[in-house]
């Protein structure tokens, strides 16, 4: 696919996860009476502007389409005004900053179950057939590989997993899709781990367990040797395929920041906007099944990450209202908590920089 149209398809993705976004928060304080100023998608110059002669407020499209904003009125600075942002109950200042993460959470899930409606098969947990001859990857210290090409029987099976066993945890993570499955082995099948099957109507801990173990990037992932048996589509395992993919893609996220904090992946493994453009386009050019499953991903990621407790982000404000909770309805300061998210938008900023520079460095690499 031309870096062209890589650029179209992820600034509709961004401009569309943005909207829905900024739309949380729009949505949010009107129905909380709080007077809006303006509506923008995109950052920088303004392309387009018009004002409301109903509402006095002012929809923007901006130059810069990775990012977006609700102004309200005193939000940042003190207003006379009784619908200002300020002015408002603490709970309903959290309902409304809050509206925005929520709702990318909230469409990611409506369109994972529409992809999980119109997938073709739903996977068990059921063990179905092993495969034969598994090339087992063993990583030398000189970081050459031997392939163990004599094996019959995959390496699971030979360490204690048996056809017709049905997982139900994975070192002690409850599995309920093959999708979990799949996801739970390649995060710590990097060693032995127990597996908790149903067998024989019983339920049994297989102990040490191994995985083929392969490496991408310098990080070392665990792989399924086996198949599952297909769940036929009702109406309920639809249901259940919805809700356990939506919340293997939060723990997903979760996970991945924890990761990289804990130096599993390194900075590396982190992408900006070119990356994530790269990723789209790519993704694209494979089926519109995938560009749409990355753009799921991207919207629950985006919801995530803007409710963790960072100044700048909105889970940093709700950090602030909910220390104002517990100081008895006193606010901090305006001036101190305009401070502190301007020094954490500035180290956003940095670090935005950083990763971008180092997304356009890979493309020449």
């Not at 003190?78 to 709702?103: M, N």
């Not at 049905?166 to 710590?188: F, K, P, Q, W």
């Not at 804990?262 to 995938?290: C, D, F, K, Q, W």
């Amino acid at each position: 696919m031309s870096t062209a149209l890589s650029i179209v398809i992820a600034i509709f993705v961004f401009g569309l996860l943005i909207f829905v976004h900024e739309g949380g928060h729009y949505v949010a304080a009107r129905l909380c009476g709080v007077t809006v100023k303006e509506f923008a998608i995109g950052m920088g110059p303004k392309l387009a502007s018009w004002v409301s002669k109903k509402t006095n407020i002012r929809y923007s499209l901006r130059l810069l389409p990775f990012g977006g904003f609700t102004s309200m009125e005193g939000e940042e600075e003190e207003s006379d005004d009784p619908h200002a942002f300020g002015k408002q109950s603490v709970w309903r200042r959290i309902i409304i900053i809050a509206a925005g993460p929520l709702t990318n959470i909230v469409l990611g899930i409506v369109i994972m179950s529409l992809l999980v409606i119109f997938t073709d098969t739903l996977g068990s947990t059921t063990i179905h057939s092993f495969i034969d001859d598994t090339e087992v990857i063993d990583e030398m210290s000189d970081g050459e590989t031997d392939t163990d090409t004599d094996a019959t029987g995959s390496l699971s099976e030979k360490t204690g997993l048996m056809v017709g066993d049905t997982i139900i945890a994975v070192d002690g993570e409850s599995v309920h899709t093959a999708n979990e499955l799949s996801y739970e082995v390649m995060r710590r099948g990097i060693e032995p781990i127990d597996i908790t099957v149903i067998r024989g109507g019983e339920t049994v801990v297989v102990e040490d367990v191994e995985f083929p173990v392969t490496s991408s990037s310098g990080v070392a992932f665990g792989s399924l040797d086996f198949y599952v048996y297909a769940e036929e589509k009702t109406v309920l395992n639809v249901i259940k395929h919805a809700f356990w993919r939506s919340e293997l893609t939060i723990e997903m996220v979760w996970e991945s920041l924890y990761d990289l904090i804990t130096g599993r992946y390194g900075v590396e493994a982190v992408s900006g906007p070119v990356g994530v453009t790269e990723t789209l386009g790519e993704a694209a050019s494979t089926g519109i099944s995938n560009l749409v499953y990355i753009a799921v991903v991207l919207s629950i990621n985006l919801g995530v990450m803007n409710l963790l407790p960072v100044p700048a982000l909105d889970g940093g404000h709700l950090v602030f209202m909910i220390i104002e909770i517990l100081r008895g309805g006193k606010k901090i300061k305006p001036d101190t908590e305009a401070m502190i998210n301007f020094a954490g938008l500035c180290i956003l900023m940095i670090f935005m920089v950083f990763v971008t520079c180092k997304d356009i460095a890979s493309l020449f690499g």
